[in-house]
């Protein structure tokens, strides 16, 4: 957010005044806001059920195993568990 009141400081004491430099700062901002909003609706929500992440992980293999060869059957997904003493999947 400091990078956005610098800007905004900049433009309004007149450093800014090319037209060329305030839309290029102005689309920077705005690609970066999309970006970390992105970023914080998908890292910081609510996580998935584990039938929901199953699901999503399933269809998922599903479209690989059609576009590369993934070999039949498809790997089963359901069968992985998480071990929360050593931080791994077995």
Do not use: I
Not at 31 to 53: D, I, N, Q, T
Not at 62 to 77: C, D, E, N, V
């Amino acid at each position: 957010m400091t990078l956005a009141l610098l800007y905004f400081r900049a433009l309004a004491v007149g450093v800014l005044e090319k037209p060329r430099l305030v839309v290029a700062g102005g689309l920077a901002l705005s690609v970066a806001a999309v970006l970390f909003a992105e970023y914080w609706l998908r890292c910081h929500g609510k996580p998935l059920a584990r039938a929901e992440a199953l699901e999503r992980a399933q269809a998922r293999l599903q479209g690989l195993s059609r576009r590369w060869a993934l070999g039949q059957p498809l790997p089963s997904l359901a069968q992985e568990q998480y071990d929360s003493t050593n931080g791994s999947w077995a």
